[in-house]
């Protein structure tokens, strides 16, 4: 009997046998293996035969099968797809002293790192990146209907624009399986194509942001800026030569808020003239200091690598990294004591190699251990509801208010009722030069919103307008055709969007509108909102 046949008879059992998930499927294989003498078979090699089988209609379809074949189902429980495209290499402005500067390399990022490897192996060109991390996915079992596309690699705001601009339009294009004469005809093909772009991410320091840096960020599609703030110490700063400090990290945050962005600080302890005291009052200002309260976090604990300045440092005993119990313990601090509901810590570490660390925390799984020593925070990450299944009773809806960046900010979450499981959210945003009409206006627990010399929106159709900044709905991705009784496609985010409207109206506003990923456009437009200026809007009633 050929491997073949083998494994269509393990596929043909799984399906009678009802497996669902991946214990289950492990005991099969471990039976059919025994059984025909024949090595323990990959799931990769189970899930080729199971799509030649389905498309020579041998069987049909199984969600339950999918599921269980998955590998590393993490990658798509948040709801979307990530791929990391690389930029090329190319000069940047900043000179930390934290920061390695290898040879053909963009700035920050070594040759060793995964998503680096997969760049020079294509000679940077995102078109074929994006490929062949979406044909992995596949691979691997996942649905990649529904992609996040993150562009990493240096300060994006330094590229010049002609690079940027042919960047953005060679990852639609790879997405839409064509090539396009035009960003504006990729992203309305797109909007249809099978692999649909519904959010992207751009990296860039935040004396860099302005308002031709925002409306170039829009053009290409953009929904979310990841800013290096770093430290709030501008002592901490100027030390490490980072080039700019508290001000502009304060004034790029409120200009992309009010342009609707989501925002992800990149927060990073340790540094040179740091210690874990200032670091935990660093992180904790962050959210008690109104003009911040962003709305994720990565945080990347400083690292002393080969060719940087901070390595020629730490060889004369100037920079001694935290130990790993400090850097648990002031961790555990910040989870427990510091993060709100409305937070998403995306990372703890950075992704760096232990061969390339000199000094510095090595342990990856950072995240993992706090976990099993039963350290969670109230981050959506910790909450979010993964691959659990829906309980309309236990559902509630809960609705934050919170002052930021001149603004009030909305959080509204479906969640079980004791919030430990986060099944939807939404964020809704009504911007600063809508507040400050008139002076200075009292907010929720009295704070008083101080006027602001940017009073006009930079994008002339978000005036008098509310801004839903995000709309995310938790569980594994489901592809956008299928009926399922996971937390995807239950309703919950038109609900929300609902929501939303009833408490734009309240705030007296004369419309409300999206900042939309390409991809997602269609699914506003069902709801009655129309594209004007890359947004989506809607008048209220």
């Known amino acids: 009997m050929t491997e073949q046949q083998i494994i269509e008879k393990l596929i043909k059992k799984a399906i009678r046998d009802k497996v669902g998930d991946k214990t289950q499927l492990k005991l099969l294989k471990y039976f059919i293996s025994k059984k025909y003498q024949v090595p323990i078979i990959t799931n990769a090699s189970i899930l080729q035969v199971y799509r030649q089988m389905l498309k020579a209609k041998k069987i049909k379809k199984s969600d339950r099968i999918e599921q269980a074949l998955q590998i590393r189902s993490i990658r798509t429980l948040s709801g979307v797809a990530v791929v990391a495209v690389l930029t090329k290499p190319y000069p940047c402005p900043g000179r930390c002293a934290y920061c390695p500067t290898e040879a053909k390399m963009p700035k920050s990022y070594l040759s060793n790192e995964p998503a680096v490897m997969r760049a020079v192996l294509n000679h940077f060109d995102p078109y074929r990146q994006v490929k062949m991390r979406i044909k992995a996915l596949q691979n691997n079992g996942h649905s990649t209907d529904k992609i996040e596309l993150i562009v990493i690699g240096g300060t994006w705001s330094y590229l010049p624009t002609k690079y940027q601009t042919w960047f953005i339009k060679r990852c639609f294009d790879a997405c839409n399986h064509s090539v396009s004469k035009t960003m504006a005809q990729a992203q309305i093909k797109n909007e249809r194509a099978q692999h649909r772009i519904i ?18 960020m829009r053009k290409y599609g953009c929904t979310r800026v990841e800013i290096g703030i770093q430290h709030l110490d501008d002592k901490v700063l100027e030390l490490n030569k980072r080039g700019h400090g508290t001000k502009e ?32 009052t660093m992180i904790k200002k962050v959210f008690a200091d109104s003009r911040f309260r962003p709305d994720m976090l990565k945080i990347y604990p400083c690292l002393v690598t080969k060719n940087s300045l901070l390595y020629s440092w730490y060889k004369k005993g100037k920079h001694q990294p935290y130990s790993d119990k400090q850097l648990f313990n002031l961790l555990i601090k910040v989870k427990e004591q510091v993060i709100p509901y409305y937070v998403r810590i995306n990372r703890l570490i950075r992704d760096i190699p232990k061969s390339s660390i000199v000094a510095g925390n090595k342990i990856t799984n950072l995240r993992q251990l706090l976990h099993q020593q039963g350290v969670k925070c109230k981050c959506i990450r910790c909450r979010e509801a993964r691959n659990k299944q829906i309980n309309p009773k236990d559902l509630k809806l809960f609705v934050d208010k919170y002052v930021a960046s001149g603004g009030t900010e909305y959080f509204l979450s479906y969640e079980d009722k004791k919030r430990q499981t986060l099944y939807a959210f939404l964020r809704l945003r009504i911007p600063s030069f809508i507040n400050e009409k ?30 839903i900044r995000e709309l995310h709905t938790y569980g594994q991705l489901i ?29 007296k506003v004369k419309q409300i509108a999206v900042i939309s990923g390409v991809g997602v456009r269609n699914y506003y437009r069902k709801l009655g909102y129309q594209l004007l200026d890359t947004y989506l809007v809607k008048k209220l009633t």
């Open 199 to 216: 959010g992207i991410t751009l990296e860039t320091r935040p004396d860099y942001i302005n308002a031709e840096e925002i409306i170039k």
């Open 249 to 280: 990290s304060v004034k790029a945050t409120r200009l992309l808020k009010d342009a609707g962005f989501k925002i992800c600080y990149h927060l990073m302890p340790n540094l040179p003239g740091s210690n874990t005291r200032k670091d935990f």
């Open 438 to 467: 008139g002076g200075f206006k009292i907010r929720p627990a009295g704070l008083r919103i101080p006027p602001s010399r940017d009073s006009q929106p930079i994008f002339p159709v978000l005036k008098n307008s509310a801004i």
């Open 479 to 507: 592809p956008l055709q299928s009926k399922t009784t996971a937390v995807q496609h239950t309703g919950l985010g038109k609900q929300l969007m609902v929501e939303a409207e009833k408490l734009a109206n309240q705030e």
